[in-house]
């Protein structure tokens, strides 16, 4: 699998077909049993003795450079909007206060979200609570965002607010890996669709051919079973 600095690729798949887990190996929370992650051409790890070694350090040095929003927000609900998004920054890449402040302050009003900064996330939606989880990750300059079903969790009115966001990060030109199933988003946003199968890669392309006219038999029996996108007969 390979992805281009810029590109968006949506992953398709039923559950269990290996997305959440393949997010999830690409910024090591969980350690790949075989193959290399590469960044920018180079490879995470070392080889000793015919298998692959991992310090801590190097990836946490790369977990800074790789994003990740998650379906569940996962926000401290003892800090503000603000907190929130400055913690990373100064634990992790020890900014200053009055840096992670700006650079937070920054990534909020991208997302929409300025006047939400003083504001406990128990006083916030569900899409303004991803949305400063996605402001979160933002602030810690990845080359990389990875977004694992960030919308499945919320209401179907929220939905389209995080969407939002995602298409204007897309249309920015940031890298973007996303697991979900929301079939328009992949449609109009994707440069590239995966359908993932058995942990395998079963078949990817162009939006346009993968969800109008896909070759597996496979693929178009999962679309044809989604609510929200019919494929022509």
Known sequence: MQVREGETVVLLGSSGSGKSTLLRCINFME?????????????????????????????????????????????????TTLQNVMEGQRVVLGRSAAEAEEKAMRQLARMGLEDKAPEYPARLSGGQKQRVAIARALAMDPEVMLFDEVTSALDPELVGEVLKAMRQLAEEGMT???????????????????????????????????LVTPESARVREFLEGHSLFKLPH
């Open 31 to 79: 350690e790949p049993s075989a193959g290399r992650v590469t960044l920018r051409g180079e490879a995470v790890g070392s080889e000793r003795g015919g298998r692959i070694v991992y310090r801590e350090r190097e990836l946490c040095k790369l977990r800074t450079r790789i994003g990740m929003v998650f379906q569940h927000f996962n926000l401290f609900p003892h800090m």
């Open 176 to 210: 973007m890996i996303c697991v979900t199933h929301e079939i328009g988003f992949a449609y109009h946003v994707a440069n590239r669709v995966m359908f993932l199968h058995e942990g395998r890669i079963l078949e990817q392309g162009p939006p346009q051919d993968m």
